[in-house]
């Protein structure tokens, strides 16, 4: 067996419109800088995590653009919405031969979780009853499967008072879940548009910077950051171990 090497792209906060903007950052030009950067550094990837926010206003053109942008990747994309995403077309629009949304992927000797947080019409996150059970299935399936779950809203406080009001309401019926499965590894998420890098319990918990622009870490109030797009890469080995480390474009490759 050898290592799997995902790369998570998040929070792309695309437009309907090529010319569309978040802040000012044309997220669509971000996004290619991001996917250039990955292009440029990962001589091979197993897998896209495109963990929510990926697109702004909701539209199918949008998600199209996503999968567009993704391309030059020549890997398997695997999406999950956040509170921005259009929950009505999300599934309709991200799937594919290449494109898969929610569900598991069973790659070898791993299990990958995709969960769904978003509540229609609302920033926070919410584990509905249906998702918590379908994670417990999930586990039981695959004792023997060394597990990483993704899902876009933060299940421990970040630090940042504003954002972590924002984040998943019911954690703790998650961590119910997963304290009885030792085979998680990790967990890895979006919405937070930062690094963090955290331990409970045994497992992984991680958080990464958007494609586009980033909050600053430890505010009370929203607070831009001036840090670049970026986005995380994971190692999966055979073993259970999981390296991982985060990529921001230089300033060069991007147009900021
Ligand atoms: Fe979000």
Redesign the pocket.
């Known amino acids: 067996m050898t290592s799997l090497r995902f790369v998570q792209i998040t ?1 792309t906060h695309l437009s309907d419109r090529a010319e569309g903007t978040l802040r000012g950052v044309n997220t669509a030009q971000t996004l290619a800088a991001v996917v250039d950067c990955a292009r440029a550094r990962e001589p091979r990837i197993d897998g896209i995590l495109a963990t ?2 990926l697109s702004h206003d909701g539209g199918t053109p949008s998600y199209r653009r996503l999968i567009r942008a993704l391309a030059p990747l020549d890997a398997p994309v695997y999406c999950l919405p ?3 995403d259009a929950l009505s077309v999300f599934g309709c629009v991200l799937k594919g031969a290449r494109v898969q949304s929610g569900g598991r992927i069973l790659p070898e000797g791993w299990q990958l979780i995709l969960l769904d947080t978003a509540v229609p019409g609302a ?1 926070h996150g919410h584990l509905r009853p249906r998702e918590l059970e379908r994670l417990e299935a999930a586990l039981q399936a695959h004792p023997d499967r060394h597990t990483l779950i993704c899902l ?2 933060q299940p421990v406080p970040v630090g940042s008072v504003w954002v972590d009001r ?1 984040m998943l309401d019911n954690a703790a019926a998650l961590f119910a879940v997963l304290d009885h499965h030792p085979q998680v590894r990790g967990m890895l998420w ?2 937070v548009h930062q690094e963090f890098d955290g331990m409970r319990n045994g497992v992984r918990l991680l958080a990464s910077p958007s494609s586009c622009v980033q909050f600053k870490p430890g505010c009370a109030d929203f607070t831009l950051d001036d840090r670049p797009p970026g986005y995380r890469w994971l190692d999966l080995h055979p073993d259970g171990r999981l390296d991982t480390g985060v990529v921001y474009v230089t300033r060069g490759e991007h147009p900021l």
Do not use: A, I, P
Request: a negative charge.
């Open positions: 929070d929510g926010d956040g509170n921005h920033v876009h809203h924002l979006g919405h």
